[in-house]
Nanobody
Framework: QVQLVESGGGLVQAGGSLRLSCAAS????????MGWYRQAPGKQRELVAG???????NYADSVKGRFTISRANAKNTVYLQMNSLKPEDTATYYC???????????????WGQGTQVTVSS
């Protein structure tokens, strides 16, 4: 099994910054894709940013130029640096990874428990 532990959420004023971290642990052979999703009350969960094992990134249009995703492969950790935060960024942020538990196995998807980000105006 894989455990994901998220940290770094909190309350910040508009224009401020936060850095989220998500560390994966367990019996992991490799992690292919790591991403961050968010869900605001009454809305569907949406992709914020993702990064492959090779470092290719993708972002939601709403966060391009403000958020940066990165990963430390040796630590099985993914980060989300969030700058110029806006009230509409308020949501619960979830870490998501695709991990191979053994070489050649089909990657399985895992979710973190979520961390709250609140941006005040």
């Amino acid at each position: 099994q894989v455990q994901l532990v998220e940290s770094g959420g909190g309350l910040v004023q508009a224009g401020g910054s936060l850095r989220l971290s998500c560390a994966a642990s367990g019996s992991i052979f490799s992690i292919n894709y790591m991403g961050w999703y968010r869900q605001a009350p009454g809305k569907q969960r949406e992709l914020v940013a993702g990064i492959t094992s090779g470092g290719t990134t993708n972002y939601a249009d709403s966060v391009k130029g403000r958020f940066t995703i990165s990963r430390a492969n040796a630590k099985n950790t993914v980060y989300l640096q969030m700058n110029s935060l806006k009230p509409e960024d308020t949501a619960t942020y979830y870490c998501n990874v695709d991990a191979e538990l053994e070489e050649g196995w089909t990657p399985l998807e895992y979710w973190g428990q979520g961390t709250q980000v609140t941006v005040s105006s």
